[in-house]
């Protein structure tokens, strides 16, 4: 129960109408949460990049050429790949503008709202993805994946199942119910559909990841020791470390795992979040923070690596 409260840990929202397109008011409101909370902050130099992509160089040129709401998708995607989350909000929010019920830009949206730590602000863009576009899996997941960060986890459940029956052999579909299975303390469902997953990408490494979660739900710590290890993401292998020490209230080992997830990948703003967790946690017990991140005895590498260790999108799909 510890470990799901960690994890899952958010205000539940009220569904507002899918079907309208953003009001004044909600974006108001955004801004000033916004304002309240630090400015989400900008990673990456989008004018350096631009030069040093060629990605992002196409795609710029294309929209230059041909403007317009799928060339704003292809540039917001791609800055979105990069890192680079206010860019891509930029080119989303411009296609929504041009085409108020393209699914693709509300999905866009949420995710980067997602990305920026404000699950709440991205529900109403991912619920007008799927009433614009009720056959996009991707659409469902995303929807799933804002769900799961509100704790909101039968809802959660229930998007993912849907986008499973759209797209039955997608593996972040299965690696997502995976993540779910195991908030909701049901390791055995966890394995089974991290499996199902690896079964159809053996190199996923977020499923990957997501199974030596359920493994260490399980108590069966070897073989989350050997999964972590294999899936050669070393960040999201931190980060999951992290989870599973809070768990187990060894919160300054937790604290660690967290802080050198977050050096890995800087732009994590949840890593950085569960360290200070973390940090107040072992501070309020009283324990001593130490050095380097153990699991099962063993060091756990800090090579450069970056991926999601719990919910997974598709890649963006574009009609």
């Known amino acids: 129960m510890l470990l799901v409260l960690l994890l899952s840990a958010g205000c539940a929202a009220r569904i ?15 801004l000033r949460e916004l304002g309240v ?28 050429l041909r403007p317009g709401p799928d060339r704003h998708r292809r540039v917001a995607a791609r800055f979105h790949e990069l890192g680079i989350l206010d860019a891509a909000h930029d080119h989303y929010s411009r296609a929504r503008q041009l085409a108020p019920a393209d699914a693709a830009a509300h999905e866009g949206l949420a995710r980067i709202w997602r990305d920026w730590g404000f699950p709440h602000l991205a529900l109403g ?13 991707s659409a469902h997941n995303t929807l799933g994946t804002i769900l799961t960060r509100l704790g909101r986890l039968a809802d959660a459940r229930r998007a993912y199942e849907r986008a499973r029956t759209l797209d039955p052999g997608a593996a972040y579909v299965l690696s997502n119910l995976c993540y779910v299975s195991f908030l909701e303390g049901r390791p055995a469902d966890a394995i089974a559909s991290c499996r199902a997953a690896l079964d159809v990408d053996p190199g ?10 359920a493994y260490a739900a399980a108590k069966k710590n070897d073989l989350a020791q050997q999964e972590f290890a ?12 992290g989870i599973v020490r809070l768990a187990e209230k060894q919160y300054a080992k937790a604290s660690e795992a967290f802080e050198a997830a977050h050096d890995h990948r800087p732009s994590w703003t949840a890593a950085r979040e569960r360290a200070i967790q973390a940090r107040a946690l072992a501070a309020a ?28 999108d598709s890649r963006p799909q574009f009609p």
């Open 230 to 241: 294999a899936s050669g993401d070393e960040a999201a292998a931190l980060y999951n470390v």
């Open 204 to 213: 996923f490494a977020a499923a990957r990841n997501n199974l030596a979660l």
């Open 125 to 137: 863009d991912a619920q007008r993805s799927v009433y614009y576009a009720p056959g996009r899996a």
């Open 16 to 30: 507002a109408p899918a079907g309208t397109s953003g009001s004044v008011e909600e974006y108001a409101a955004k």
């Open 37 to 64: 909370r630090a400015r989400p902050i900008a990673t990456g130099n989008a004018g350096t990049v631009e030069a040093q992509d060629p990605r992002l160089s196409a795609a710029l040129l294309d929209l230059s």
């Open 285 to 312: 017990q009283g324990e001593a923070m130490g050095s380097g991140v153990i699991f099962g005895g063993q060091s756990i590498g800090t090579d450069s690596g970056e991926g999601l260790s719990s919910e997974n």
